[in-house]
């Protein structure tokens, strides 16, 4: 009897290594997302143990908190704990012990950091998540995730740890904006918003009504998750088209307006966040103070040749890091690809011999047209700059 040996053909090769591919890549996105998640849970647990260790050191704020440095005009830093970030001395000594730091923290970026500010008076304490939301502290916070859609009227649950205004911050019904301001903060439909508003006085408007001034990075939360929502984009799914944009100038997915009035009946002007939520604005209209400065020094160490001032692509190729303090993560799109105003992003406005003390202002306003987005981020104007452009927001 004759026996033949069999062998595999070519395609029969083929067919098994790209089995094998498909295989491996699955196990490769399980795993890479089993240790974001690990990485998320250390978070949250540390961060927790500092908000602990802060009113321990400071008997539940009857001694004040540790302060971190004064910029000038009314601003403090904000610190990087863990990192040897000398804007940390008091507080870390106040703690006393090892001092945790993200465990995502790349010396010379702080794209990942657990963030500390405070005037000795209240303090914030967050850091961005990496599966999306952020952990977001403050003396007054009693839950590092808020689990009830009880926020109170004009507020919504975000889903991602923390409440906010649906609207931009308004007076209240009856009440104009003068010169004096509004007599409190709201969050309505109607009216127009507050603005002529510092960002210092905006963060005591906000702290008035037991909250605080968006910070950065529950910004970019709801900015990342807007991203991620399919009816937010004009083609009707994820990168397909622009993210809208409500009253803006001329643009692809926008609709114009003149002066920043509600018109929240406008689908341009209303984005959905991944747990259905509506927030309205977020994109356009004003734009809106952020609870976070930069310094003295702060230049951004990757620049553009002319003009002195331009607005630049919100991209990793074009945003890298801005004086060791804000890395890509803090400003761009999770998808790099859509951080370009082709995608309704937005983006970026600077001065590259600029090192004075810069509030962050986000959203672009209705005068900037293609660039304002729900990424667009200004790094020009003081903390005590006031101008009818310019409004907030609050978080709690």
């Not at 949250?44 to 009857?62: C, Y």
């Not at 409440?163 to 209240?172: D, I, L, R, T």
């Not at 109607?190 to 603005?195: A, L, N, S, Y």
């Amino acid at each position: 009897m004759k026996f033949f040996k069999q062998s595999f053909t070519l395609i029969e090769i083929l067919v098994v290594i790209v089995i094998v591919g498909i295989l491996s890549s699955f196990i490769l996105i399980g795993t890479s997302s089993f240790f974001e998640s690990a990485r998320d849970s250390q978070r949250k647990a540390e961060m927790t143990r500092l908000r602990n260790a802060i009113w321990s050191a400071s008997n539940m704020g009857v001694n004040g908190y540790p302060t971190t440095p004064d910029q000038g005009s009314n601003s403090r830093a904000t610190c990087c704990l863990g990192t040897g970030d000398t804007n940390c001395t008091n507080i870390e000594s106040a703690i006393g012990g090892a001092i945790p730091k993200d465990p995502s923290f790349k010396t010379g970026s702080k794209e990942y950091c657990y963030f500390y500010k405070s005037d000795g008076t209240t303090f914030d304490l967050y850091t961005m998540l990496e599966n999306g939301g952020v952990v977001s502290l403050s003396e007054s916070t009693v839950s590092s995730v808020k689990t009830s859609d009880d926020c109170g009227e004009g507020w919504i649950n975000t889903g991602l740890g923390f409440c906010v205004m649906q609207y931009e911050a308004k007076c209240p019904v009856g009440d104009d904006v003068g010169s004096d301001g509004c007599a409190y903060a709201v969050s309505r439909a109607e009216g127009t918003p507050w603005t002529n508003i510092s960002q210092i006085n905006a963060a005591a408007a906000c702290k008035a009504i037991g909250a605080h001034l968006i910070n950065n990075a529950e910004w970019m939360a709801i900015a990342r998750d807007i991203e991620s929502v399919g009816t937010n984009w004009t083609g009707g799914s994820v990168g397909s088209g622009v993210i809208k944009r409500g009253n803006t100038g001329t643009c692809t997915g926008c609709y114009d307006g003149g002066d920043p009035e509600a018109r929240v009946n406008n689908a341009l002007a209303t984005l959905y966040l991944s747990n259905t939520k509506a927030i309205h604005h977020f994109s356009g209209n004003v734009w809106e103070w952020v609870d976070y400065t930069i310094g003295t020094g702060s230049a951004p160490s990757q620049q553009p040749q002319l003009p002195t001032s331009a607005w630049a692509a919100l991209n990793s190729k074009d945003v890298t890091n801005w004086g060791s303090v804000l890395g890509y993560d803090n400003v761009g799109p999770k998808n790099n690809n859509y951080g370009t105003t082709s995608y309704g992003s937005g983006a970026i406005w600077y001065n590259n011999t600029d090192t004075a003390v810069r509030a962050l202002m986000r959203g672009g306003r209705w005068h900037n047209a293609s660039n304002a987005g729900v990424f667009a981020l200004s790094l020009v104007s003081s903390p005590t700059l006031t101008s009818t452009y310019i409004g907030f927001r609050c978080a709690r």
